[in-house]
């Protein structure tokens, strides 16, 4: 499975089995029991202390994007953002959505030869999104 977290690509293989690996600190029981609301709380905490998490802490970022992905059973991207006014983790926004393989594919293709851009995934992949799928 790709993901999309913010402006990087992440390929997870199996959800599940990628949140379970990762070494969490969260204890495997609580990861199984977890909602995607709780899995989306967990998001906007690490946005709001540190809104580069993707490129600055890939394997937490890893791990959200798979936790995310496994308890949605949907979603394969996620937009998470830490407005300037944010006074704590519930002011960060996220967003989820479900994008097709070819546009995730062409996503990390760009990402492989340091082309990707927050302005690119946005046109491919925010601009389209339902907004249903908001967290």
Request: hydrophobic share 50%; aromatic share 6%.
């Amino acid at each position: 499975m790709l993901f999309l977290f913010n402006d990087v690509v992440f390929s997870l293989g199996d959800p599940e089995r990628a949140a379970l690996t990762a070494g969490s600190p969260v204890p495997e029981h609580e990861l199984r029991a977890m909602t995607l609301g709780k899995a989306v709380k967990l998001v906007r905490e690490a946005i709001y202390e540190d809104p580069l998490l993707a490129r600055n802490n890939p394997e937490k970022a890893r791990f959200l994007a798979a936790l995310v992905g496994w308890k949605s059973d949907e979603a394969n991207a996620l937009l998470a953002v830490r407005p300037n006014a944010a006074r704590g983790p519930e002011d960060a926004q996220v967003r989820v959505a479900s994008v097709g393989l070819v546009v995730l594919t062409q996503l990390k293709g760009l990402q492989e030869m340091d082309m990707l851009s927050a302005r690119a995934a946005n046109d491919a992949v925010w601009l389209h999104a339902p907004q249903r799928l908001r967290a």
